[in-house]
């Protein structure tokens, strides 16, 4: 086999939030990490060897971004994702995050309106809050086990006077790829209404075999203001090293979001994250389609198991991302309860919903993103538990 999923590889004691911060997040090393949404599979062997031959080098001074990490760009998300980049429009940043709360310091003002739809990732909420703009929520709906956008709220919101979306796409935590239907109404709301769009898009290679996501700067058209954010580390679990890109197509957007960061003087990347970037987006391609066949296993894996053993669990089937949306209501039991009883009973660590926002309240989500054995492991633990 050429990329082996299955070896597991200890990763206590190096400094893993995942591993290492179990301790202070849930009280306890004495469960299984199924949280902090990094996978514990090694990295292709192509970002291994780019950042061993930068090692071979001694000296890890500041650091320039190459006009071949540009490249690697523009020809990943032409190859993959059949949106032609220009090389002007790619803005070199540091984690997704910090460019989640420049985007709202940019494009928002203080006390103006930013709409993020929970559950979601959490940073939405405080990069809106943080930086003392109206947080405006625009929860997705639930209709028969899948999510979707409730479109007529989100017009309100945007009557409102708001500024900024905060988009996730495909969407952690709910898994959902979205449609260019939806896309559409979104892009048709935002023309209406003069809403900037940031679309995070850092989970758009983890795509399951009958989805197809796209990428929403894609759609772009004259006058339209989306920023995109990017990053391989998610897809090729790198996320430690800390480097994203944005892509932003009008300039006067792209000159804000260049002042926020100059503001706080953020720019320089390292010797690491530069090499094992370009690396990932150059040669990743064979690695990541293995890693989705094993990943689509294991989600296919826990939806069997759950409904043939736990049926009060369901899961919210993903179309992207390794993260599972677990629905736990059917346990009756409160938030608190709930996540004492994973691990507490369960021996299991996985991410309350509660922190999405409250309409996560009474799920849990689940990273799967490593071998197959710990998930079986922990879903047998809990169909124990519940017996
Ligand atoms: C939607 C989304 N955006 C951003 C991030 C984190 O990005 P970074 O680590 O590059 O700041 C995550 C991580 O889980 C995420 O799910």
Redesign the pocket.
Known sequence: MKFDFDVPIPRENTNSVKFDGRQQYFGTTDVSPLWV?DMDFAVPECVTRALQERLNHPVFGYTLYPESLYQSVIDWFERRHHWKIERDWILMAP????S?YAAVQAFAKEGEGVIVQPPV?F?FFSAVTTNNRKLLLNPLREVNGRYEMDFAHLESCAKEGAKLLML?TPH?PVGRVWSEHELQEVLRIARKYHLTILS?D??ADLIYSESTHIMLGRLVQAGDKIIT?I?P??TFNI?GL?L?ALVIPDATQRKAMKQVFENLNVGNSNPFSVVAFEAAYSEGDEWLNALMTYLEATRDYVADYLQKNIPKIKMVKPEATYLLWLDCRGLEMGDAQLRDFFVKKCKVGMNPGIVFGEVGSGFMRMNIGTQRINIQEVLERIKVALQ
Do not use: F, R
């Open positions: 949404a984690g997704v995050v910090p989640l990732y940073p996730c952690n995070d850092i989970h954010t990053a580390n998610k996320p800390g994203s």
